[in-house]
């Protein structure tokens, strides 16, 4: 089943400032930058979240011959394969 939408109208101030109520900065944003997304007639806004990038953990192999634990090493090793 799908998410229930909630359309709100908002009044939009003399310097193009929307106010965001302080109950829905609490619920939703957890970090104080959003992204807007901006197309053919609108205009979406969404909180900012930070990519996990632990999901691309061991999800890339090289065959490296140097010692793993030596980043820089690796970093050269890598390269001259490039």
Known sequence: ??????????????????????????????????????GDGFIEIVPKKEPDLTRFFDSVEVDVECDLSDWHGVRRELRKIG
């Open 1 to 38: 089943m799908g998410h229930i939408m909630k359309v709100v109208v908002k009044e939009v101030d003399r310097q193009g400032r929307i106010t965001i109520p302080k109950s829905w900065r609490d619920r939703y944003l957890k970090e104080p930058k959003v992204v807007m997304k901006i």
